[in-house]
């Protein structure tokens, strides 16, 4: 694949932030570096850059898709109230007993770690329920 200028702000973009960005946040740091790069232009970007590998595309079923430019192995955490989207990086003696359990449970090899990576947990975080009463 052809790295043209934007594509490499968009990556640039993407592998230093932790925020999971909409393609409509990473279209506004963009324009700070490239003013007249056009949201066409990121969110195809995007969708090959997630395509080959190089980012993750968190599809929540909301609509809108994050993107995350950290390949490592980790979870993802979504609020189910506020929307909020953040890492969770268990120990590696965790990630392979979760990787175990995986294959004990429906014979599930999973051999690249970057797989994991793409897993959801949903709930409600601490700071809606504190702040909502009701909500659990």
């Not at 056009?38 to 968190?58: D, S």
């Not at 979760?98 to 770690?113: D, H, P, S």
């Amino acid at each position: 694949m052809n790295y043209s200028k934007q594509r490499s702000i968009i990556l640039d973009i993407m592998k230093n932030t932790y925020s999971h960005p909409t393609a409509e946040e990473v279209f506004a740091e963009a324009q700070k570096i490239s003013p007249k790069i056009g949201i066409a232009t990121v969110y195809r970007n995007l969708n090959q850059l997630a395509e080959i590998g190089e980012i993750k595309k968190i599809t929540l079923g909301n609509g809108n898709d994050r993107f995350d430019g950290h390949l490592e192995e980790h979870y993802h955490l979504v609020c189910k109230h506020c929307g909020r989207l953040q890492d969770l990086r268990p120990s590696p003696e965790k990630m392979e007993s979760l990787r175990k359990l995986a294959e004990e449970t429906f014979g599930l090899k999973v051999g690249n770690k970057a797989e994991l990576s793409t897993t959801i947990m949903e709930g409600i975080c601490d700071s809606c329920r504190k702040g909502s009463k009701g909500l659990q």
